[in-house]
């Protein structure tokens, strides 16, 4: 769950660099964040049945590694031709970015909660905890790519 705050994280943390180089407009980042946390918000209760109901361990995988590469999708846009003004495909890799990311915390949650007897307290303080270290990385490895590299979307 840290690193899919760390992919988050990254993202926010690129926004001027879209804006620059990319062309974006700030109504169109924001276009994009509501729709990233309304997807977000409804792929938590979508997941969270499908966490009751389905192999947790297999649908938690799945649904990082699929929203891994929606990340990486978007960020190869540019490379593979993709204009800024192709909002469906944008709009697009980020909702079913949201909706796949969303998998990590009730199939997380249910995973750890096995590991503890009535201890709900505790599960949910260490799976918060993942929240924060993830994006002191997200931050971390964003601003080593920047440092290092002028050619920073390469940092998706």
């Not at 997941?47 to 995988?61: I, K």
């Not at 909702?95 to 590991?115: F, R």
Request: charged fraction near 10%; aromatic fraction near 14%; charge should be neutral.
């Amino acid at each position: 769950h840290a690193f899919v705050h760390a992919g988050r994280k990254s993202f926010a943390a690129t926004q001027s660099e879209l804006e620059e180089s990319w062309g974006f407009s700030n109504k169109f980042l924001g276009g994009l964040d509501t729709a990233f946390m309304v997807s977000y918000g409804f792929g938590l209760l979508l997941n969270g049945y499908l966490a009751e109901r389905l192999d947790t361990v297999m649908h938690m995988g799945l649904a990082v590694a699929a929203s891994s590469l929606c990340l990486a999708a978007f960020g190869a846009s540019a490379a593979l031709g993709m204009s800024s003004d192709a909002y469906l495909w944008y709009f697009s890799l980020v909702i079913m970015w949201a909706l796949l990311q969303s998998a990590s915390i009730p199939c997380g949650v249910k995973i750890i909660s096995g590991w503890f007897n009535r201890s709900r307290g505790m599960v949910f303080g260490i799976w918060a905890t993942n929240g924060v270290v993830g994006n002191l990385v997200g931050l971390a490895i964003t601003s080593t790519f920047a440092a290092v590299t002028s050619e920073k979307t390469i940092q998706y």
